[in-house]
């Protein structure tokens, strides 16, 4: 039996939101997709774990050849992953894919949904994932999304056990089963039974496949040819998935085109089982709604009756329609297929419409100028423009006339990505029952147009956007945020105080509000910790900024770990971090303005380190808290000369899988450990290397990697690095994050030292997570520990075994 618990559902009937502007451009071809769309009434919602899990090409063929409503769960928002085109990490990574999926699904027609399930990192079994995530939790939002789509057909991405791989793979086909069979059960979560009911799916897949070396498909399974090309859009599902699975760029998931036939698999899971079609058995026409002969017979007049070049001649038909269809019993494809009729109305009378800003970000609270616009570019129709929800318009639309209103707008909450408001847990977003599911805010800044077309009336929502014109990019939109009154910006979210130092933090205060002038800040007191001052007096200007200094100093080296803020109006501060990337839109969102004060003992003679860029970390910055001054390096001015000048040398991750120069550069490095320098190379995953060797000595990199951050370490304690110029001792693995490390090192040559052994539980010691060897005067390290995760959460016992690797060894 599942554990039954109360939980409050609020229905929104807008469920999915894409990242595709609502402006209403729509060029025929489309508009003819819509139109036969129009005549299916089928659902398939595809169940996976990550952002980059989907099928692409199976999803566009679903929602653009057989004209499905398709959407796609993605149980987390990758936030555990690495990325491939920045040093962003954690929440920063998840919100990012979060826009690189709904890129995607802009161009591939799927939905997007999500759970609150936190990315919390690579988990090798689906019961430690359970253990993250809750399973209880996790399923009861896959029931609740389940009931809410009505997918005819669930299709897993991955089986439930160890061919699946990543625990959360198999996590993710575990609970598609379940929910599978909970959401047709009124007995199980019966409080959303109030806004949705019970759904039985048709039937539950398994889209097989040939992935990490392991063929999962068969001649005997289910076999569907998406191979197909479209005359409408001029491509290939193939050639559209090709492009939509490129948008995963922080994951390096740029795909080569296909083109002709292309086979599917897939294993039946649960339900009926079908032989011939995955929609064997469904209904997906108007037949499954009764008192329909009216409009299927009216949608196939008004696609004959279809004229690209005068597509408003099907507005009046069109209306009809809608008023048909708003009579049918069934209210899931009533809601459906009146929102699809009014997208295609919209478009056939060419009416855009648009609500921009001068800036790209206003205060909360306070009244800022949003210039509406919208334009009916097609002749022969009447559209009037009664009204916004700013306010009466009452104005006949010209043929072809951009009509423009400035008003005054105002937002009474912050626009913080929903999942973001509360502390998440390591395995879980805190959020609101009424947001599952939503891929972004479902609230947020918008204006709504009213319009009377032909004497009809119809509702378009859109939202409001900052619009620039870049001399490069072109004509940019990017979602406005609606800020703090006060906020205030850090160096950095970790002060590091090593041997009892005294730290000076520089504290940047914002005032979005230029009404308000004065602001009292207090500064709660920690625990082991003088912090001076207690608060602060914030009075304003002309600037809207002002520096202020606070001092922090550990009572001793063993000061419990504190985390210092700031609170104005009874509110901890918030910071205001923007993301981004030419290929998604402009992310904002405010985590709060805490530092995390940590103590501890480190000798350290290292004052100088050149970086090599590899795919991104933090570790520059994370090096500048206890002194170290790093220099990044250019590939194409090394010379042993040049770097001789610096401590050791620190190659980024990934660095021989991403640069083209990586075998030249590893000759150069291995001299310059020669003649008597220090190179510490970080990870690298086992594909695509550049280089045939990375060290003096070879090595193979393996896929094997410990992922339970409190395994224990076995180290040999007699290592010169691991004794000297810090005492390594079991404390300094203590705090770690995520994951000890990945991708360690195999086949390893007898002339490395391997100072340490580490093992998830269950397994055998490893002892390819750190490899070190003297060369010539000088020494190299490999590690596949996970430093780029350790050193920007300030781990102590991470900083002392790093700085030990980058210190020069006694050669004899």
């Known amino acids: 039996m599942f554990k039954k618990i109360l939980f409050l559902f609020f229905f929104i009937s807008s469920f999915s939101i894409t990242a595709k502007s609502q402006h209403g451009n729509m060029p025929a071809n489309e508009i003819m997709i819509k139109l036969q769309k129009l005549n299916t009434l089928g659902s398939v919602l595809y169940f996976a774990a990550h952002p980059d899990d989907e099928n692409t090409r199976l999803i566009a063929w679903l929602a ?76 009861r939002e896959a029931v609740w999304i389940i009931r809410k789509f009505r997918p005819d057909v669930i299709i897993n991405r991955f089986p439930p056990d160890k061919r699946g791989g990543h625990g959360h793979h198999q996590a993710s086909a575990i609970l598609a089963h379940e929910a599978y069979l909970a959401a047709a059960d009124p007995k199980y979560f019966p409080e959303q039974l109030s806004t949705v009911t019970p759904w039985r799916a048709k039937r539950l897949l398994w889209n097989t496949a040939n992935f990490g070396g392991m063929n999962n498909t068969s001649e005997d399974q289910l076999k569907i040819n998406i191979g197909a090309y479209s005359p409408l859009l001029g491509e290939s599902y193939g050639e559209i998935a090709a492009r939509s699975r490129s948008q995963h760029k922080s994951q390096g998931f740029g795909a080569a085109t296909s083109r002709g036939n292309s086979t599917e698999y897939f294993e039946h899971v649960a339900g009926d089982e079908a032989h011939g079609d995955i929609m064997e058995g469904v209904t997906t026409s108007w037949d499954r709604v009764s008192g329909s002969a009216d409009i299927q017979a009216l949608i196939k007049l008004i696609i004959k009756d279809f004229n690209p070049t005068e597509p408003e001649q099907s507005i009046t038909r069109l209306f009809e329609l809608r008023d048909l269809v708003k009579g049918i019993n069934d209210i899931y494809w009533q809601e459906q297929k009146v929102k699809e009729i009014e997208d295609i109305i919209i478009a056939c009378a060419g009416i855009w419409i648009d609500v921009s800003t001068k800036s790209d970000q206003y205060p909360v609270n306070k009244d800022f100028e949003v210039l509406l616009e919208a334009i009916a570019r097609r002749p022969n129709i009447a559209v009037k423009l009664l009204k916004t929800s700013l306010g009466e318009v009452q104005e006949n ?51 709504t147009f009213t319009f009377e077309i032909d004497g009809k009336i119809l509702n378009r929502t859109q939202d409001i956007q900052y619009r620039i014109v870049d001399p490069v990019r072109g004509e940019i939109h990017s979602p406005i945020a609606i800020v703090p009154t006060l906020t205030a910006e850090l160096p950095s979210s970790i002060l590091l105080s090593t041997n009892m130092e005294q730290k000076t933090i520089e504290v940047m205060f914002y005032r979005h509000d230029e009404n308000q002038n004065n602001f009292i800040v207090d500064i709660p007191q920690l625990d082991g910790w003088q912090i001076s001052p207690k608060r ?223 093992n998830d539980k269950d397994e055998d010691p490893n002892n390819g997570s750190l490899l070190i060897t003297n060369y010539g005067k000088g020494k190299f390290v490999y590690t596949s520990l996970s430093f780029f995760r350790q050193l920007p959460a300030g781990v102590p016992g991470a900083y002392r075994l790093f700085v030990n690797l980058l210190t020069k060894e006694k050669v004899n």
Not at 79 to 95: A, H, P, S, V, Y
Not at 694 to 700: C, V
Not at 709 to 721: M, R
């Open 64 to 139: 653009q050849e057989r004209k499905y409503r398709t959407g796609y769960l993605s149980l987390t928002r990758g936030d555990g992953g690495q990325n491939l085109i920045g040093t962003d990490q954690g929440i920063d990574l998840g919100l990012i894919r979060t826009q690189e999926l709904l890129a995607a699904r802009s161009l591939d027609k799927g939905e997007q949904f999500f759970s609150s399930a936190y990315d919390f990192g690579f988990s090798k079994t689906y019961t430690e994932t359970f253990d993250f995530w809750d399973k209880e939790t996790a399923l």
């Open 397 to 447: 639309l010209t043929t072809n006339v951009n009509w423009t209103l400035s008003k005054q707008y105002r937002s009474s909450q912050i626009t913080q990505p929903y999942w973001l408001e509360k502390e998440h847990s390591l395995g879980k977003f805190d959020v609101k029952p009424a947001d599952i599911g939503y891929p972004s805010n479902s609230s947020r800044p918008t204006v």
């Open 536 to 758: 602060i007096n914030l009075e304003f200007g002309k600037e809207n900024n002002l520096v202020k200094q606070i001092s922090v100093k550990p009572d001793n080296s063993n000061s419990p770990i504190g985390s210092l803020s700031f609170q104005w109006n009874n509110e901890t501060l918030k910071s205001i971090k923007t993301i981004d990337y030419d290929h998604i839109p402009r992310v904002t969102w405010f985590p709060q303005a805490t530092v995390n004060c940590k103590s501890f003992a480190l000798t350290n003679t290292v004052k100088t380190i050149g970086y090599l860029s590899g795919a991104g970390d933090m570790i520059p910055q994370s090096l500048n808290e206890i002194g170290i001054d790093v220099t990044s390096l250019n590939n194409r001015s090394l010379s042993v000369a040049s770097l001789s000048q610096y401590d050791a040398i620190i190659v980024g991750v990934r660095y021989f899988n991403i640069s083209p120069q990586a075998s030249s550069t590893q000759k150069l490095l291995m001299n310059y450990v020669n003649q008597g320098g220090v190179v510490l190379v970080q990870y690298n995953v086992n594909t695509k290397l550049s280089s045939d060797q990375i060290g003096p000595y070879p090595f193979a990199i393996s896929r094997d990697r410990v992922t339970e951050e409190n395994a224990i370490v076995e180290y040999n304690s007699a290592d010169l690095a691991l004794k000297y110029p810090n005492k390594i001792t079991p404390l300094d693995f203590e705090g770690w994050v995520q994951e000890r490390g990945l991708y360690f090192a195999d086949k390893i040559d007898k002339r490395y030292r391997t100072p340490l052994r580490i």
